[in-house]
């Protein structure tokens, strides 16, 4: 966590995200995230805390670059310190061999009423989305003055064009303006946006290679669909790594100091949608397309997503979709840990304004690694389900006001409300300004009919797996 005592040498320490946008492909540059991520996977890498610091001040050059793939090297073969109290395994036997079993009474629509909840899994996976979109990578704090400023706080609504007014450039109140560029109120469309992208992506993988798809298909169709610029974080090193021959695993570890942010955790609906009523099934194609680029905790965010969107099928029960969730990962993992945490403040009467202050007092958003690691996003996912009586516009509305990663935790909380609700209980007013039509980056794939994907879901689901 960003305070802990061990980050002696404070936000020096934090990865940034300007950094990356900058020097994205250099691994010298993210030196700092590497730390921590070495030290919260439990790695005894303190006594090389200098020798961090010392590579990552050096000048840009080839020399720097080399030695912080000979740092790699060293602290990839560390020991875990004695202290460290979670068993994380990043391979799928090792995952379900830590798995706590959980019970639930639920039964699988069919039929029409099947179909209406996948149709308000995709439009409510949307709309999440742009909800968030306008303000991501803007910080709590801004979020709740620019939203009061404008009349939409707390949340109700998407955000406008109209609520953006010249005088507020004019000052250049605030830093995330320069973000704001479609709004519902500007276009016919939804616009692109890695969230959807990468939904779109799992359906074109599933249409090309079947239910039983492998990581390396995986990875064909990312080569072949869209370009590196079109990833982010631990996909944009792992689509670097593909094309110079590393192959899953190895593709998720090296040079990755992302391997734990929430990039995966943003790809799993899909396999949710296809597998109504089979969470294991589901986070376990969720593991397939994860390990491409992510370990440990960033694996299981993909897996505890798609388990509980596959769980929101069958039951209104809250609590069941989460739990049904947590059960597809490791019992002894951080995030089972700090999600069952959370649970437990609201179990023990926590109101929704001490739950997310809870989750502000772990993680600070205005740091590059809380802001998007797995853990914290999945904690305000989990909230936000938990605080709003089933209610879809009050669930995503409370996932982006918080901050952190508004549009990715925006589209995961639509996306398994609008799979339990349906389409009926997600709204016009969020699916009116949609008008069916999704704008994607992916090669051939420029503007897509929310109808013929929602065609093509319901396909999928009928599909046997056969091995080959």
């Known amino acids: ?5 061990h980050y002696e040498y404070g ?3 934090n990865p940034s995200m300007e950094n990356l946008k900058k020097y994205g492909n250099s691994y010298a ?11 919260d996977e439990g790695l005894d890498v303190e006594p090389y805390q200098k020798v961090f610091v010392a590579i990552r001040r050096m000048p840009t050059c080839r020399e720097r670059e080399e030695m912080a793939t000979l740092l790699q090297n060293i602290i990839h073969r560390l020991p875990t310190r004695e202290d460290y109290a979670y068993n994380e395994p990043s391979d799928l036997e090792g995952i379900r061999d830590l798995r706590k079993p959980y019970s639930y009474e639920g039964k699988t629509a069919e039929g029409e009423d099947l179909k209406e909840k996948i149709r308000g899994a995709w439009y409510g996976r949307i709309a999440g989305c742009w909800l968030g979109k306008p ?9 709740t003055e620019f939203l009061k400023e ?31 560029k479609m709004y519902p109120d500007m276009t016919d469309a939804m616009p692109a946006d890695d969230d959807t992208n990468y939904t779109v992506m799992a359906q ?21 669909l869209q370009p590196k610029t079109a990833y982010w974080t631990a996909e944009q090193v792992a689509f670097i790594n593909f094309v110079n021959g590393y192959q899953p695993p190895i593709s998720a570890m090296y040079k990755n100091p992302y391997r734990e942010w929430i990039g995966a955790q943003i790809r799993g ?22 390990c491409i680029s992510h370990t440990k905790n960033g694996i299981y965010g993909e897996m505890f997503v798609a388990a509980m969107i596959a769980i ?31 649970i437990e403040k609201y179990d023990g009467g926590a109101d929704t304004d001490e739950m997310f202050a809870y989750i502000h007092s772990l993680y600070n958003d205005e740091d590059g690694f809380d802001w998007c690691h797995t853990i914290s996003n999945a904690l305000v996912v989990v909230a936000s389900l938990l605080c709003c009586d089933g209610d879809f516009g009050k669930s995503i509305c409370l996932s982006v006001q918080t901050g952190f990663d508004t549009d990715c935790n925006g589209a995961t909380v639509g996306s398994i409300m609008g799979m339990r609700n349906g389409i009926a209980g997600v709204g016009e007013e969020w699916t009116a300004p949609i008008n069916g039509r999704l704008c994607t980056n992916l090669c051939g794939f420029d503007v897509v009919k929310v109808d013929e994907l929602i065609e093509t879901t319901m396909e999928h689901m009928k599909d046997e797996i056969t091995e080959e």
Do not use: H
């Open 312 to 342: 929101a099928a069958t039951t209104d029960n809250i609590k069941d979709i989460i739990y049904g969730g947590l059960a597809q990962i490791p019992a002894t993992s951080r995030l089972y840990e700090a999600i069952t945490k959370l």
């Open 1 to 5: 966590m960003a305070n802990d005592k």
């Open 204 to 224: 074109e993988v599933i249409k090309k290679y079947g239910r039983a798809f492998t990581p390396d298909d995986m990875v064909e169709r990312w080569l072949a």
């Open 150 to 180: 404008t009349g939409n706080y707390p949340m109700k609504r998407y955000i406008l064009a109209a609520d953006v007014k010249d005088e507020m450039n004019e000052r250049y109140k605030y830093n995330f303006r320069r973000r704001l």
């Open 269 to 290: 609906d899909y396999f949710g949608y296809i597998n109504p009523g089979n969470p294991e099934l589901a986070a376990e194609m969720a593991w397939r397309d994860a």
């Open 11 to 13: 936000t020096v320490m």
């Open 29 to 39: 540059e993210q030196l700092f995230g590497e730390y921590r991520q070495c030290y």
């Open 135 to 143: 303000i991501e990578g803007a910080k709590y704090a801004e979020i």
